[in-house]
Protein backbone atom coordinates (compact mmCIF):
# COMPACT_ATOMS: atom_id res chain seq x y z
CA UNK A 1 0.00 0.00 0.00
CA UNK A 2 3.02 2.51 0.52
CA UNK A 3 3.92 2.16 -2.81
CA UNK A 4 0.38 3.05 -3.87
CA UNK A 5 0.74 5.60 -1.75
CA UNK A 6 3.75 6.92 -3.20
CA UNK A 7 2.40 6.65 -6.51
CA UNK A 8 -0.60 8.77 -5.80
CA UNK A 9 1.23 11.40 -3.79
CA UNK A 10 3.40 12.06 -6.78
CA UNK A 11 -0.01 13.43 -8.74
CA UNK A 12 0.08 16.52 -6.43
CA UNK A 13 2.68 18.31 -7.68
CA UNK A 14 2.13 21.48 -9.75
CA UNK A 15 2.17 19.94 -13.21
CA UNK A 16 -1.40 18.09 -12.51
CA UNK A 17 -4.38 20.29 -12.79
CA UNK A 18 -6.05 21.53 -9.36
CA UNK A 19 -9.35 19.35 -9.69
CA UNK A 20 -7.50 15.99 -9.78
CA UNK A 21 -5.37 17.40 -7.03
CA UNK A 22 -8.00 17.87 -5.14
CA UNK A 23 -9.60 14.69 -6.12
CA UNK A 24 -6.66 12.72 -5.31
CA UNK A 25 -5.86 14.20 -1.78
CA UNK A 26 -9.33 13.32 -1.38
CA UNK A 27 -9.04 9.48 -1.89
CA UNK A 28 -6.22 9.59 0.12
CA UNK A 29 -7.95 11.02 2.91
CA UNK A 30 -11.23 9.20 3.01
CA UNK A 31 -11.02 5.70 0.69
CA UNK A 32 -7.87 3.88 0.70
CA UNK A 33 -10.00 1.13 -1.65
CA UNK A 34 -10.15 3.30 -4.32
CA UNK A 35 -7.51 4.44 -4.13
CA UNK A 36 -5.56 1.21 -4.49
CA UNK A 37 -8.09 0.46 -7.69
CA UNK A 38 -6.51 3.42 -9.12
CA UNK A 39 -3.18 3.66 -8.77
CA UNK A 40 -1.97 -0.23 -8.30
CA UNK A 41 -0.80 -0.71 -12.04
CA UNK A 42 -0.55 1.21 -15.00
CA UNK A 43 -2.64 0.97 -17.78
CA UNK A 44 -1.39 -1.22 -20.38
CA UNK A 45 -2.38 -2.09 -23.98
CA UNK A 46 -4.21 -5.73 -24.35
CA UNK A 47 -5.60 -7.30 -27.84
CA UNK A 48 -7.66 -4.20 -28.21
CA UNK A 49 -5.12 -1.51 -27.04
CA UNK A 50 -5.61 0.51 -24.14
CA UNK A 51 -9.32 0.63 -22.59
CA UNK A 52 -10.36 1.58 -18.95
CA UNK A 53 -12.81 3.16 -17.05
CA UNK A 54 -12.26 6.98 -17.52
CA UNK A 55 -11.16 8.60 -14.29
CA UNK A 56 -8.31 10.02 -12.09
CA UNK A 57 -5.12 7.59 -11.46
CA UNK A 58 -2.24 5.50 -13.31
CA UNK A 59 -5.26 2.89 -13.37
CA UNK A 60 -7.61 4.94 -15.67
CA UNK A 61 -8.36 6.65 -19.35
CA UNK A 62 -7.62 10.44 -18.23
CA UNK A 63 -5.40 13.69 -19.59
CA UNK A 64 -2.40 12.06 -18.25
CA UNK A 65 -2.55 8.82 -19.26
CA UNK A 66 -3.37 8.88 -22.29
CA UNK A 67 -0.71 12.01 -22.87
CA UNK A 68 2.26 10.03 -21.64
CA UNK A 69 1.45 6.96 -24.23
CA UNK A 70 1.03 10.05 -26.97
CA UNK A 71 4.05 11.56 -26.13
CA UNK A 72 6.21 8.13 -25.67
CA UNK A 73 4.24 6.89 -29.35
CA UNK A 74 5.67 10.48 -30.49
CA UNK A 75 9.39 9.69 -29.41
CA UNK A 76 8.91 6.02 -30.83
CA UNK A 77 8.06 7.49 -34.39
CA UNK A 78 10.82 9.71 -34.17
CA UNK A 79 13.07 7.10 -33.47
CA UNK A 80 11.31 5.07 -36.14
CA UNK A 81 11.68 7.47 -38.83
CA UNK A 82 14.73 10.16 -38.28
CA UNK A 83 14.36 13.56 -40.29
CA UNK A 84 11.02 12.41 -41.66
CA UNK A 85 7.88 15.22 -41.44
CA UNK A 86 5.93 13.01 -39.24
CA UNK A 87 1.45 12.71 -39.80
CA UNK A 88 -0.53 11.09 -37.84
CA UNK A 89 -4.42 10.96 -37.65
CA UNK A 90 -7.12 10.70 -34.91
CA UNK A 91 -10.82 9.41 -35.05
CA UNK A 92 -13.22 9.35 -31.56
CA UNK A 93 -16.38 7.44 -31.02
CA UNK A 94 -19.76 8.77 -30.09
CA UNK A 95 -18.63 7.87 -26.06
CA UNK A 96 -17.75 10.59 -23.39
CA UNK A 97 -14.88 12.90 -23.15
CA UNK A 98 -13.99 11.14 -26.70
CA UNK A 99 -14.04 14.61 -28.47
CA UNK A 100 -11.96 16.14 -25.97
CA UNK A 101 -10.00 13.41 -25.32
CA UNK A 102 -8.85 13.08 -28.87
CA UNK A 103 -8.07 16.85 -29.24
CA UNK A 104 -5.67 16.58 -26.37
CA UNK A 105 -3.93 13.56 -27.92
CA UNK A 106 -3.76 15.61 -31.15
CA UNK A 107 -2.11 18.36 -29.34
CA UNK A 108 0.65 16.38 -27.62
CA UNK A 109 1.55 15.13 -30.92
CA UNK A 110 1.39 19.08 -32.38
CA UNK A 111 3.70 20.11 -29.38
CA UNK A 112 6.02 17.39 -30.81
CA UNK A 113 5.62 19.12 -34.14
CA UNK A 114 3.58 15.84 -35.83
CA UNK A 115 1.25 16.61 -38.32
CA UNK A 116 -2.15 15.35 -37.18
CA UNK A 117 -5.01 14.81 -39.20
CA UNK A 118 -8.26 15.19 -36.84
CA UNK A 119 -11.59 14.42 -37.72
CA UNK A 120 -13.53 17.02 -36.96
CA UNK A 121 -16.45 14.84 -35.87
CA UNK A 122 -17.17 11.39 -34.23
CA UNK A 123 -15.97 8.46 -37.11
CA UNK A 124 -15.85 4.82 -37.67
CA UNK A 125 -12.87 2.84 -36.52
CA UNK A 126 -12.28 1.29 -39.78
CA UNK A 127 -12.53 4.73 -41.56
CA UNK A 128 -9.60 5.45 -39.25
CA UNK A 129 -7.69 2.50 -40.03
CA UNK A 130 -8.51 3.27 -44.12
CA UNK A 131 -7.61 6.93 -43.36
CA UNK A 132 -4.09 5.99 -42.26
CA UNK A 133 -2.81 4.35 -46.07
CA UNK A 134 -5.16 7.23 -47.54
CA UNK A 135 -3.31 10.38 -46.11
CA UNK A 136 -0.10 8.30 -46.00
CA UNK A 137 0.16 9.00 -42.10
CA UNK A 138 2.84 7.08 -39.90
CA UNK A 139 0.59 6.48 -37.42
CA UNK A 140 -2.85 6.33 -36.68
CA UNK A 141 -4.90 6.61 -33.47
CA UNK A 142 -8.92 6.17 -32.23
CA UNK A 143 -10.14 6.90 -28.86
CA UNK A 144 -13.08 4.19 -28.36
CA UNK A 145 -13.82 1.56 -25.83
CA UNK A 146 -15.93 -0.63 -28.18
CA UNK A 147 -18.47 -2.37 -26.67
CA UNK A 148 -17.62 -1.06 -22.88
CA UNK A 149 -20.14 0.20 -20.30
CA UNK A 150 -20.29 3.97 -20.67
CA UNK A 151 -17.98 4.39 -18.02
CA UNK A 152 -15.06 3.19 -20.39
CA UNK A 153 -13.01 4.76 -22.56
CA UNK A 154 -9.62 3.45 -24.58
CA UNK A 155 -6.59 4.29 -27.13
CA UNK A 156 -6.14 2.27 -30.15
CA UNK A 157 -3.12 2.37 -31.88
CA UNK A 158 -2.40 2.03 -35.49
CA UNK A 159 1.06 1.97 -37.60
CA UNK A 160 1.72 2.85 -41.10
CA UNK A 161 0.03 -0.40 -42.75
CA UNK A 162 -3.72 0.49 -41.28
CA UNK A 163 -2.67 -2.08 -38.69
CA UNK A 164 -2.95 -1.99 -35.14
CA UNK A 165 0.13 -2.40 -33.41
CA UNK A 166 1.59 -5.84 -32.85
CA UNK A 167 4.76 -7.09 -31.10
CA UNK A 168 7.75 -6.02 -31.39
CA UNK A 169 6.79 -2.62 -31.83
CA UNK A 170 3.76 -2.72 -29.04
CA UNK A 171 6.19 -3.71 -26.22
CA UNK A 172 8.82 -1.23 -27.63
CA UNK A 173 6.70 1.74 -27.69
CA UNK A 174 5.31 0.64 -24.15
CA UNK A 175 9.03 0.65 -23.16
CA UNK A 176 9.38 3.95 -24.15
CA UNK A 177 5.67 5.22 -22.16
CA UNK A 178 7.04 3.62 -19.09
CA UNK A 179 10.41 5.49 -19.55
CA UNK A 180 8.94 8.66 -19.16
CA UNK A 181 7.44 10.82 -16.45
CA UNK A 182 4.02 12.43 -16.22
CA UNK A 183 6.00 15.25 -16.11
CA UNK A 184 7.73 14.86 -19.42
CA UNK A 185 4.63 15.25 -21.79
CA UNK A 186 4.31 18.23 -24.06
CA UNK A 187 0.90 19.66 -23.41
CA UNK A 188 1.37 22.86 -25.33
CA UNK A 189 -0.12 22.78 -28.38
CA UNK A 190 1.29 24.49 -31.92
CA UNK A 191 -2.23 24.74 -33.60
CA UNK A 192 -0.13 24.86 -37.51
CA UNK A 193 0.26 21.07 -37.04
CA UNK A 194 -3.55 20.30 -36.21
CA UNK A 195 -5.92 19.97 -39.39
CA UNK A 196 -9.08 19.19 -39.50
CA UNK A 197 -10.71 16.68 -41.92
CA UNK A 198 -14.07 15.23 -43.09
CA UNK A 199 -15.60 14.65 -45.76
CA UNK A 200 -12.65 14.30 -48.62
CA UNK A 201 -11.76 11.44 -46.24
CA UNK A 202 -15.37 10.23 -46.16
CA UNK A 203 -15.96 10.15 -49.68
CA UNK A 204 -12.35 8.12 -50.30
CA UNK A 205 -13.96 5.44 -47.96
CA UNK A 206 -17.77 5.48 -48.91
CA UNK A 207 -15.69 4.58 -52.81
CA UNK A 208 -13.28 1.61 -51.53
CA UNK A 209 -16.33 0.37 -48.98
CA UNK A 210 -19.09 -0.18 -51.71
CA UNK A 211 -16.27 -0.99 -54.42
CA UNK A 212 -15.41 -3.91 -52.03
CA UNK A 213 -18.82 -4.95 -50.95
CA UNK A 214 -20.61 -4.62 -53.69
CA UNK A 215 -21.04 -7.37 -55.84
CA UNK A 216 -24.02 -6.36 -57.93
CA UNK A 217 -26.63 -8.88 -56.08
CA UNK A 218 -30.22 -8.96 -58.26
CA UNK A 219 -33.18 -8.31 -55.56
CA UNK A 220 -31.54 -5.29 -53.74
CA UNK A 221 -34.99 -3.27 -54.71
CA UNK A 222 -36.93 -5.88 -52.71
CA UNK A 223 -34.86 -6.70 -49.55
CA UNK A 224 -35.82 -4.85 -46.16
CA UNK A 225 -33.36 -3.93 -43.89
CA UNK A 226 -33.56 -2.87 -40.33
CA UNK A 227 -30.60 -0.83 -39.30
CA UNK A 228 -29.58 0.14 -36.07
CA UNK A 229 -25.98 1.87 -34.83
CA UNK A 230 -26.94 1.56 -30.71
CA UNK A 231 -26.08 5.03 -30.24
CA UNK A 232 -22.79 4.96 -32.20
CA UNK A 233 -20.59 5.95 -35.25
CA UNK A 234 -21.87 3.70 -37.89
CA UNK A 235 -24.73 6.01 -38.36
CA UNK A 236 -21.83 8.26 -40.30
CA UNK A 237 -21.25 5.49 -43.10
CA UNK A 238 -23.58 2.48 -43.31
CA UNK A 239 -26.73 4.67 -44.48
CA UNK A 240 -24.86 6.14 -47.27
CA UNK A 241 -22.50 3.36 -48.14
CA UNK A 242 -25.95 0.71 -48.66
CA UNK A 243 -27.81 3.79 -50.33
CA UNK A 244 -25.23 4.11 -53.02
CA UNK A 245 -24.39 0.47 -52.95
CA UNK A 246 -28.69 0.62 -54.75
CA UNK A 247 -30.25 -0.08 -50.95
CA UNK A 248 -34.02 1.57 -51.12
CA UNK A 249 -35.61 -0.30 -48.19
CA UNK A 250 -33.86 0.92 -45.18
CA UNK A 251 -35.63 1.49 -41.84
CA UNK A 252 -33.51 2.80 -38.89
CA UNK A 253 -34.08 2.85 -35.40
CA UNK A 254 -34.35 6.56 -35.12
CA UNK A 255 -34.24 6.11 -31.01
CA UNK A 256 -30.82 4.88 -31.60
CA UNK A 257 -29.99 6.86 -34.31
CA UNK A 258 -28.00 9.89 -32.29
CA UNK A 259 -24.80 9.61 -31.11
CA UNK A 260 -25.16 8.84 -27.13
CA UNK A 261 -22.31 7.84 -24.53
CA UNK A 262 -24.69 6.92 -22.17
CA UNK A 263 -26.41 4.63 -24.54
CA UNK A 264 -29.95 5.12 -23.08
CA UNK A 265 -31.78 2.45 -24.92
CA UNK A 266 -29.84 -0.40 -24.14
CA UNK A 267 -28.15 -2.38 -20.92
CA UNK A 268 -24.88 -3.29 -23.50
CA UNK A 269 -23.90 -1.14 -26.79
CA UNK A 270 -22.95 -5.01 -28.22
CA UNK A 271 -24.18 -6.33 -30.75
CA UNK A 272 -23.82 -9.95 -29.42
CA UNK A 273 -26.06 -9.57 -26.91
CA UNK A 274 -29.56 -10.25 -28.38
CA UNK A 275 -30.74 -6.82 -25.83
CA UNK A 276 -29.44 -4.67 -28.15
CA UNK A 277 -31.53 -5.70 -30.69
CA UNK A 278 -34.52 -5.53 -29.17
CA UNK A 279 -36.26 -2.54 -30.86
CA UNK A 280 -34.71 -3.65 -34.18
CA UNK A 281 -36.38 -7.26 -34.48
CA UNK A 282 -39.35 -5.27 -33.07
CA UNK A 283 -39.58 -3.03 -36.00
CA UNK A 284 -38.28 -5.88 -38.46
CA UNK A 285 -41.12 -7.95 -37.36
CA UNK A 286 -43.77 -4.78 -37.97
CA UNK A 287 -42.46 -4.37 -41.12
CA UNK A 288 -41.69 -7.74 -42.25
CA UNK A 289 -37.64 -7.14 -42.88
CA UNK A 290 -35.63 -9.61 -43.98
CA UNK A 291 -32.66 -8.53 -42.04
CA UNK A 292 -31.78 -6.82 -39.25
CA UNK A 293 -27.98 -5.09 -38.82
CA UNK A 294 -26.64 -3.58 -35.23
CA UNK A 295 -23.43 -2.03 -34.71
CA UNK A 296 -21.18 -1.37 -31.70
CA UNK A 297 -20.34 1.95 -30.42
CA UNK A 298 -17.36 2.28 -33.22
CA UNK A 299 -18.45 -0.25 -35.71
CA UNK A 300 -16.34 -2.30 -36.08
CA UNK A 301 -17.96 -5.11 -34.94
CA UNK A 302 -21.88 -5.75 -36.44
CA UNK A 303 -24.78 -8.20 -35.21
CA UNK A 304 -26.84 -9.79 -38.03
CA UNK A 305 -30.49 -11.37 -37.02
CA UNK A 306 -31.93 -13.11 -40.33
CA UNK A 307 -35.54 -15.39 -40.67
CA UNK A 308 -34.80 -18.59 -39.43
CA UNK A 309 -36.68 -21.68 -40.99
CA UNK A 310 -40.00 -20.53 -39.32
CA UNK A 311 -39.56 -17.04 -41.05
CA UNK A 312 -38.84 -15.33 -37.24
CA UNK A 313 -36.27 -13.11 -36.84
CA UNK A 314 -32.92 -14.91 -35.21
CA UNK A 315 -29.79 -13.08 -34.25
CA UNK A 316 -26.80 -15.51 -35.79
CA UNK A 317 -23.18 -15.56 -33.99
CA UNK A 318 -20.60 -14.45 -35.21
CA UNK A 319 -18.58 -17.59 -36.30
CA UNK A 320 -21.92 -17.83 -38.42
CA UNK A 321 -21.80 -15.08 -40.92
CA UNK A 322 -17.76 -15.10 -41.00
CA UNK A 323 -18.52 -18.72 -42.70
CA UNK A 324 -21.45 -17.67 -45.20
CA UNK A 325 -19.55 -14.17 -46.13
CA UNK A 326 -15.94 -15.94 -46.51
CA UNK A 327 -18.11 -18.72 -48.50
CA UNK A 328 -19.60 -16.39 -50.41
CA UNK A 329 -16.45 -13.91 -51.19
CA UNK A 330 -14.42 -17.49 -52.18
CA UNK A 331 -17.51 -18.09 -54.17
CA UNK A 332 -16.95 -14.34 -56.17
CA UNK A 333 -13.11 -14.94 -56.44
CA UNK A 334 -13.46 -18.62 -57.87
CA UNK A 335 -15.59 -17.22 -60.64
CA UNK A 336 -12.87 -15.11 -61.65
CA UNK A 337 -10.04 -17.74 -61.34
CA UNK A 338 -8.23 -18.82 -58.37
CA UNK A 339 -4.70 -17.85 -58.79
CA UNK A 340 -3.20 -20.40 -55.70
CA UNK A 341 -1.99 -17.72 -53.47
CA UNK A 342 -5.48 -16.99 -51.71
CA UNK A 343 -6.01 -17.22 -48.53
CA UNK A 344 -8.66 -16.34 -45.57
CA UNK A 345 -7.86 -15.74 -42.38
CA UNK A 346 -9.37 -16.86 -38.56
CA UNK A 347 -8.42 -16.72 -35.38
CA UNK A 348 -7.55 -19.53 -32.31
CA UNK A 349 -10.92 -19.55 -30.64
CA UNK A 350 -13.08 -19.16 -33.97
CA UNK A 351 -14.87 -22.44 -35.40
CA UNK A 352 -13.01 -24.96 -37.14
CA UNK A 353 -15.44 -24.52 -39.80
CA UNK A 354 -13.21 -21.79 -41.45
CA UNK A 355 -10.51 -24.71 -41.82
CA UNK A 356 -13.22 -27.27 -43.85
CA UNK A 357 -14.28 -24.41 -45.79
CA UNK A 358 -10.72 -23.41 -46.79
CA UNK A 359 -9.82 -27.00 -47.99
CA UNK A 360 -13.10 -27.43 -50.08
CA UNK A 361 -11.68 -24.21 -51.75
CA UNK A 362 -8.16 -25.38 -52.09
CA UNK A 363 -7.13 -22.16 -50.40
CA UNK A 364 -5.29 -21.36 -47.30
CA UNK A 365 -7.05 -20.72 -43.80
CA UNK A 366 -4.35 -18.58 -41.60
CA UNK A 367 -5.23 -19.09 -37.92
CA UNK A 368 -3.74 -16.14 -35.62
CA UNK A 369 -4.39 -15.20 -31.70
CA UNK A 370 -7.31 -13.22 -31.18
CA UNK A 371 -7.52 -10.02 -32.26
CA UNK A 372 -7.26 -8.39 -35.77
CA UNK A 373 -4.21 -7.05 -35.83
CA UNK A 374 -2.92 -10.34 -36.00
CA UNK A 375 -4.83 -10.78 -39.79
CA UNK A 376 -3.74 -7.42 -40.33
CA UNK A 377 -0.51 -8.74 -39.77
CA UNK A 378 -0.73 -11.79 -42.37
CA UNK A 379 -1.26 -9.29 -45.10
CA UNK A 380 2.29 -7.60 -44.04
CA UNK A 381 3.82 -10.58 -43.73
CA UNK A 382 2.33 -12.36 -47.01
CA UNK A 383 2.59 -9.87 -49.37
CA UNK A 384 2.60 -12.03 -52.75
CA UNK A 385 -0.50 -13.33 -50.98
CA UNK A 386 -4.26 -12.68 -51.96
CA UNK A 387 -6.48 -12.15 -49.11
CA UNK A 388 -10.18 -12.72 -49.56
CA UNK A 389 -11.84 -12.44 -46.39
CA UNK A 390 -11.77 -13.64 -42.94
CA UNK A 391 -12.90 -13.16 -39.28
CA UNK A 392 -13.26 -13.85 -35.75
CA UNK A 393 -16.04 -15.23 -33.59
CA UNK A 394 -17.11 -12.03 -31.74
CA UNK A 395 -19.05 -10.12 -34.59
CA UNK A 396 -16.21 -8.92 -36.65
CA UNK A 397 -15.16 -9.72 -40.18
CA UNK A 398 -12.85 -7.70 -42.46
CA UNK A 399 -13.53 -7.93 -46.32
CA UNK A 400 -10.17 -7.39 -48.53
CA UNK A 401 -7.59 -5.29 -47.43
CA UNK A 402 -8.44 -2.01 -47.72
CA UNK A 403 -9.25 -1.57 -44.19
CA UNK A 404 -6.92 -3.46 -42.02
CA UNK A 405 -9.00 -3.73 -39.03
CA UNK A 406 -12.75 -5.11 -38.27
CA UNK A 407 -15.14 -3.40 -40.85
CA UNK A 408 -18.90 -3.27 -39.69
CA UNK A 409 -19.54 -0.55 -42.59
CA UNK A 410 -17.89 -2.44 -46.05
CA UNK A 411 -19.15 -6.02 -43.63
CA UNK A 412 -22.56 -4.69 -43.42
CA UNK A 413 -22.91 -4.40 -47.34
CA UNK A 414 -21.70 -7.71 -48.08
CA UNK A 415 -24.09 -9.65 -46.04
CA UNK A 416 -26.82 -7.53 -47.66
CA UNK A 417 -25.55 -8.51 -51.01
CA UNK A 418 -25.48 -12.25 -49.43
CA UNK A 419 -29.24 -11.70 -48.24
CA UNK A 420 -30.53 -9.84 -51.57
CA UNK A 421 -29.27 -12.33 -53.65
CA UNK A 422 -30.55 -15.29 -51.93
CA UNK A 423 -33.71 -14.41 -51.55
CA UNK A 424 -33.93 -13.38 -55.36
CA UNK A 425 -33.31 -16.97 -55.78
CA UNK A 426 -35.89 -18.21 -53.57
CA UNK A 427 -33.54 -18.73 -51.02
CA UNK A 428 -32.43 -16.78 -47.78
CA UNK A 429 -29.30 -15.85 -45.96
CA UNK A 430 -30.52 -18.72 -42.71
CA UNK A 431 -31.02 -21.51 -45.54
CA UNK A 432 -27.39 -20.96 -47.45
CA UNK A 433 -25.39 -21.19 -44.26
CA UNK A 434 -27.49 -24.73 -43.54
CA UNK A 435 -26.51 -25.04 -46.97
CA UNK A 436 -23.05 -25.14 -45.84
CA UNK A 437 -23.45 -27.27 -42.88
CA UNK A 438 -24.48 -29.91 -45.33
CA UNK A 439 -21.64 -29.19 -47.69
CA UNK A 440 -18.66 -28.68 -44.84
CA UNK A 441 -19.67 -30.22 -41.88
CA UNK A 442 -22.31 -28.54 -38.82
CA UNK A 443 -20.37 -26.80 -36.80
CA UNK A 444 -21.75 -25.35 -33.85
CA UNK A 445 -19.99 -22.77 -31.36
CA UNK A 446 -20.84 -21.45 -27.61
CA UNK A 447 -19.26 -18.35 -25.75
CA UNK A 448 -19.77 -18.53 -22.13
CA UNK A 449 -17.89 -15.06 -20.21
CA UNK A 450 -17.77 -14.55 -16.79
CA UNK A 451 -16.45 -11.11 -15.29
CA UNK A 452 -14.53 -11.17 -12.65
CA UNK A 453 -14.02 -7.08 -11.58
CA UNK A 454 -11.50 -5.67 -9.75
CA UNK A 455 -8.05 -6.69 -8.31
CA UNK A 456 -9.83 -9.40 -6.51
CA UNK A 457 -11.18 -10.47 -10.30
CA UNK A 458 -8.07 -9.82 -12.17
CA UNK A 459 -6.81 -13.18 -9.12
CA UNK A 460 -9.32 -15.06 -9.87
CA UNK A 461 -9.19 -15.54 -13.23
CA UNK A 462 -5.53 -15.66 -12.51
CA UNK A 463 -6.10 -18.65 -10.53
CA UNK A 464 -8.68 -20.21 -12.53
CA UNK A 465 -6.05 -20.66 -15.46
CA UNK A 466 -3.22 -21.56 -13.30
CA UNK A 467 -5.99 -24.45 -12.02
CA UNK A 468 -7.00 -25.24 -15.39
CA UNK A 469 -2.89 -25.82 -15.94
CA UNK A 470 -2.34 -28.29 -13.02
CA UNK A 471 -5.73 -30.12 -13.66
CA UNK A 472 -6.40 -30.25 -17.26
CA UNK A 473 -9.86 -31.39 -18.49
CA UNK A 474 -9.77 -35.22 -19.33
CA UNK A 475 -12.40 -35.52 -21.54
CA UNK A 476 -15.48 -33.57 -22.84
CA UNK A 477 -19.19 -35.38 -23.08
CA UNK A 478 -16.98 -38.63 -23.19
CA UNK A 479 -14.92 -37.98 -25.32
CA UNK A 480 -11.18 -38.26 -24.59
CA UNK A 481 -9.09 -35.02 -24.69
CA UNK A 482 -5.97 -35.80 -27.53
CA UNK A 483 -4.20 -32.09 -27.69
CA UNK A 484 -3.85 -29.30 -25.45
CA UNK A 485 -2.52 -26.26 -26.97
CA UNK A 486 -0.97 -24.19 -24.55
CA UNK A 487 -0.66 -20.90 -26.25
CA UNK A 488 1.55 -19.13 -23.43
CA UNK A 489 4.54 -21.86 -23.42
CA UNK A 490 3.57 -22.31 -26.85
CA UNK A 491 3.70 -25.85 -26.91
CA UNK A 492 1.17 -28.63 -28.15
CA UNK A 493 0.70 -32.02 -26.38
CA UNK A 494 -0.74 -34.91 -27.94
CA UNK A 495 -1.60 -36.93 -25.04
CA UNK A 496 -1.75 -40.33 -27.37
CA UNK A 497 1.73 -40.19 -28.18
CA UNK A 498 3.14 -38.03 -25.80
CA UNK A 499 4.48 -35.94 -28.66
CA UNK A 500 5.29 -32.02 -28.29
CA UNK A 501 5.41 -29.78 -30.96
CA UNK A 502 5.78 -26.21 -31.04
CA UNK A 503 3.18 -23.74 -32.13
CA UNK A 504 4.22 -21.11 -34.56
CA UNK A 505 2.34 -17.85 -32.77
CA UNK A 506 3.38 -15.71 -30.09
CA UNK A 507 2.76 -16.44 -26.63
CA UNK A 508 -0.56 -15.77 -25.78
CA UNK A 509 -2.41 -16.73 -22.29
CA UNK A 510 -5.21 -19.39 -23.64
CA UNK A 511 -5.36 -23.04 -22.95
CA UNK A 512 -7.42 -25.41 -26.03
CA UNK A 513 -8.62 -28.80 -25.33
CA UNK A 514 -9.35 -31.16 -28.71
CA UNK A 515 -11.09 -34.59 -28.24
CA UNK A 516 -11.24 -37.15 -30.34
CA UNK A 517 -14.62 -36.65 -31.98
CA UNK A 518 -13.57 -32.57 -32.76
CA UNK A 519 -14.88 -31.09 -29.90
CA UNK A 520 -12.91 -28.42 -28.44
CA UNK A 521 -12.36 -26.01 -25.69
CA UNK A 522 -10.71 -23.02 -25.25
CA UNK A 523 -9.76 -20.48 -21.56
CA UNK A 524 -9.15 -17.22 -22.20
CA UNK A 525 -8.77 -14.54 -20.20
CA UNK A 526 -10.51 -11.12 -22.10
CA UNK A 527 -7.32 -8.57 -22.96
CA UNK A 528 -9.85 -5.42 -22.75
CA UNK A 529 -12.53 -6.60 -20.33
CA UNK A 530 -12.18 -7.76 -16.85
CA UNK A 531 -13.47 -11.27 -17.94
CA UNK A 532 -12.46 -14.64 -18.76
CA UNK A 533 -14.05 -16.41 -21.78
CA UNK A 534 -15.01 -20.17 -22.10
CA UNK A 535 -15.66 -21.13 -25.98
CA UNK A 536 -16.88 -24.69 -27.00
CA UNK A 537 -16.93 -26.19 -30.47
CA UNK A 538 -18.96 -29.14 -31.55
CA UNK A 539 -19.52 -30.71 -34.91
CA UNK A 540 -21.70 -33.44 -36.75
CA UNK A 541 -21.81 -34.62 -40.43
CA UNK A 542 -25.25 -33.39 -42.14
CA UNK A 543 -26.06 -35.20 -44.90
CA UNK A 544 -29.20 -33.28 -46.18
CA UNK A 545 -30.74 -29.78 -45.41
CA UNK A 546 -33.81 -31.58 -44.30
CA UNK A 547 -31.84 -32.89 -41.38
CA UNK A 548 -30.95 -29.43 -39.75
CA UNK A 549 -33.30 -29.27 -36.87
CA UNK A 550 -32.48 -33.03 -35.98
CA UNK A 551 -28.35 -32.61 -35.93
CA UNK A 552 -29.10 -29.06 -34.51
CA UNK A 553 -30.82 -30.37 -31.44
CA UNK A 554 -28.26 -33.26 -31.22
CA UNK A 555 -25.44 -30.60 -30.67
CA UNK A 556 -27.40 -28.12 -28.80
CA UNK A 557 -27.55 -31.36 -26.28
CA UNK A 558 -23.88 -31.85 -26.74
CA UNK A 559 -22.96 -28.64 -25.75
CA UNK A 560 -25.35 -28.38 -22.62
CA UNK A 561 -23.66 -31.47 -21.07
CA UNK A 562 -20.25 -30.29 -21.37
CA UNK A 563 -21.12 -26.93 -19.83
CA UNK A 564 -22.85 -28.77 -16.92
CA UNK A 565 -19.68 -30.76 -16.55
CA UNK A 566 -17.28 -28.14 -16.00
CA UNK A 567 -19.94 -26.69 -14.01
CA UNK A 568 -20.49 -23.92 -16.56
CA UNK A 569 -24.40 -24.06 -16.91
Not at 445 to 465: C, V, Y
Request: glycine fraction near 8%; include cysteine.
Amino acid sequence: MNDILTTAQSWLTDFFDPAVKKEIQHLIDTDPEELKDRFYKNMEFGTGGMRGVMGVGTNRINKYTLGKSTQGLSNYLKKSYPDTPLKVVIAYDCRHNSDTLARIVAEVFSANNIHVYLFSELRTTPELSFAVRYLKCHAGIVLTASHNPPEYNGYKVYWTDGGQIVPPQDGQIIAEINGLSFEEIRFEAKEEFIQLIDKEVDEAFFEASVKNGNFNAPGKADFSIVFTSLHGTSITAIPEVLKRAGYTKVSIIEEQAKPDGDFPTVVSPNPEEPEALTLAMKKAEEIGADMVVGTDPDSDRLGIAVRNLEGKMELLNGNQTMVLMTKFLLDQRKKSGFKGHEFIASTIVSTPMMQSLADAYGVECKTSLTGFKWIAKMIVDHPKQYFVGGGEESFGFMVGDFVRDKDAVTSTLLACEIGAQAKAAGSSFYEELIKCYEAYGFYKEKLISLTKKGISGAEEITQMMKDYKANPVKSLDGSPVITVDDYNTATSTNLVSGEITPIALPTSNVLIYTTSDGTRMAARPSGTEPKIKFYFSVNAAMDKVSDYKTVNQALEDKLTRILKQLNLD
